[in-house]
């Protein structure tokens, strides 16, 4: 059945045909046909575009339009299907590839060599780019931060990072009603065990406690959060 919702529009005339978007499908929805990037079937595209980012040539975008409403046990055929053939389905750019990177906790009194230690535990960090069934986001204590933040506050990495996974976007320059949809979908398919959210001082920027508000509502979940705000100055204010 169709539905209004938003999924991956590529553009011909642009695409070069070399296939870095189709392998960095995670739900294969994406082939390269007659030398040009095709996608399959609607209902095995989720929308959340985390093919975007792999194409050299700006193709791909994201379109709200009519579209067959997306089909997790049908794409999951289908992956069975592309596995018996042989064909791997995610081989993308290592810049996207959903990894988790294991460190040690630092504690509360670090010395000044382990304060200079990165805590990053995942990747991809940007809210566009994540999969909502990424493992590390199971159970988490997830840090949501404006992109700024890391460089006005000096202990971000101890502070907030510490043994967080972080997804990190703008409020102002980004689509706000897509981040609301993959919040939503994260908040849905992962057991988030609380929400920390880190923004900057500029009014612009409280935005992301709005999208991540509008997404547990539409999740239908009640995560605990803790809202922190940053001055340009470096300081934490709230």
Partial sequence: ???????????????????LCAKACAEGAIEIIDGKAKLVSEVYCDGLGACIGECPEGALTIEK?????????????????????????FQGCPGSMTRSIQRPKASPNHATAEAATSRLSNWPVQLMLISPNAPYLQGADLLLT?????FALADFHTRFLNGKPVVIGCP????????????????????????????????CCFGLSNIA??????S?????????TVSIQGEVLV
């Fill in 213 to 218: 508000s509008k997404a547990m509502v539409a």
């Fill in 146 to 150: 404006a992109d700024c933040v890391p």
């Fill in 65 to 89: 339009r009519e579209a067959e409403e997306f089909d997790e046990e049908a794409t999951e055929i289908h992956l069975h299907e592309l596995e018996k053939k042989g064909e791997t389905v």
């Fill in 220 to 228: 239908g979940k009640n995560i605990p959060v803790d809202d922190y």
């Fill in 1 to 19: 059945m169709a539905i209004l919702r938003e999924i991956i529009k590529i553009d011909e005339e642009k695409c070069n045909g070399c296939g």
């Fill in 172 to 203: 102002k320059l980004d689509d706000g009603q897509y981040y609301v949809e993959k919040l939503t979908e994260i908040f849905k398919k992962a057991n988030i065990n609380s929400l920390t959210i880190v923004h900057m001082e500029v009014p």
